[in-house]
Structure formats: structure tokens, C-alpha cells
């Protein structure tokens, strides 16, 4: 299993035991992400199982960078908070088709959906914070 731990535009970080145990995977999936275009950087962290992307959100989204790492890592990717909003699709003009189905494109979409929607709920939930000192 992969976890989203954080998201922020630009920057996604990821949790796996799978490249944990395999240093040969993680320096195979980092070279492989390298080569994603819209991927300016790739840190990956053998000791804490994390990965780390910072991307350029015109080129690439969140919900492409996870449903390429279910593909490589063979596994499904789990965001922490589930909350649903109605956002628009991920940017996909101009991409590689990485080979997903027609459900992986679903699960990368709803994968963006749910991945913003835990942005604006930490958003709200600071906002309240530092105006309301409610939180």
C-alpha cells in the first residue's frame, strides 16, 4: 500500500513499505519519476518509506503522479482523510498515456478530488484557528 501523508500544489508526499525493503525498487521508481514530464524533483527516503515529488501542477497532477505509482509499485494509493468536493479533472492535455484503464483514470481523478479536498479542509481549518482561535 502507498499513502499520500501530504499535498500541497507542487509537492506530494507518499509513505510505502515497499521501498522500504528493496533499494533496487526505489532507485528504479525514482529514475521512472524522473522521467514523468512536469517532475522537478524526486527524494526518496529508504529508512522512513517516504517519497517525496515536487511537480509543476500545469504539466502534471497529483492524481496522474499516484495512479503512476499504484502502476509501478502494484498497489493501491490511500489518502489519509477522505472528503469529497466537486472539483474540475485533473490537466491532462498534452500527457503520456502511462497505459491506465479507463478505472485507473477514474481512481486518478477521484484520487485529485480527494487530495484537494483534504487542502481546503486544513485550509478552513487553520483559517479558524488563527481568526476564531477554534480549531
Known sequence: MIEVIHSTE????YKSKA?????????VLKAKLWQL??????????????I??????DLISAGEISTFLENELHTPCLARRITPVNLPEPHTAGRANFNSSTLSAQFAASAGRVIMGVLFEEGVRFSM?????VG
Not at 521501498?19 to 532507485?27: Q, V
Not at 484557528?129 to 482561535?133: E, P
Open 19 to 27: 521501498i522500504k525493503s528493496d533499494s533496487r525498487k526505489a532507485n
Open 10 to 13: 507542487g509537492r506530494i508526499r
Open 37 to 50: 514530464p512536469g517532475v522537478e524533483d524526486v527524494i526518496i527516503n529508504r529508512t522512513s518509506g517516504c
Open 129 to 133: 484557528k488563527r481568526l476564531f482561535g
Open 52 to 57: 517525496v515529488v515536487h511537480y509543476s501542477s
